[in-house]
């Protein structure tokens, strides 16, 4: 089992910024890439953003420019600096973790609310 412990998010108005943290634990061999979704009431969780092990990444349309996606390897740690935050922003965000074998982990989820 992987674990996901995330931190950050919270209020902030329109232009501001945040940092998401998700640390990783537990049985974290294989853990080939990391990211976070998101998930709006009644709506698809749907991707933001996500980093392989070897740095990769891949961005949402709606974020690209906007918000940046790092990994600390030593930490098995990764951020998410979200810059230019717009109300549309505002949702759950949950860290995910994909392992070798077709595993899937997500975090307990973050509440990020920008205020117009």
């Not at 674990?3 to 537990?26: I, M, N």
């Not at 294989?30 to 891949?58: H, N």
């Not at 549309?88 to 609310?113: F, K």
């Amino acid at each position: 089992q992987v674990q996901l412990v995330e931190s950050g998010g919270g209020l902030v108005q329109a232009g501001g910024s945040l940092r998401l943290s998700c640390a990783a634990s537990g049985r974290i061999d294989g853990i080939y890439a990391m990211g976070y979704d998101r998930q709006a009431p009644g709506k698809q969780r749907e991707l933001v953003a996500a980093i392989t092990s070897g740095g990769r990444t891949v961005y949402a349309d709606s974020v690209k420019g906007r918000f940046t996606i790092s990994r600390d390897n030593a930490k098995n740690t990764v951020y998410l600096q979200m810059n230019s935050l717009k109300p549309e922003d505002t949702d759950v965000y949950y860290c995910r973790a994909a392992q070798l074998g077709g595993l899937q982990y997500w975090g307990q989820g973050t509440q990020v609310t920008v205020s117009s």
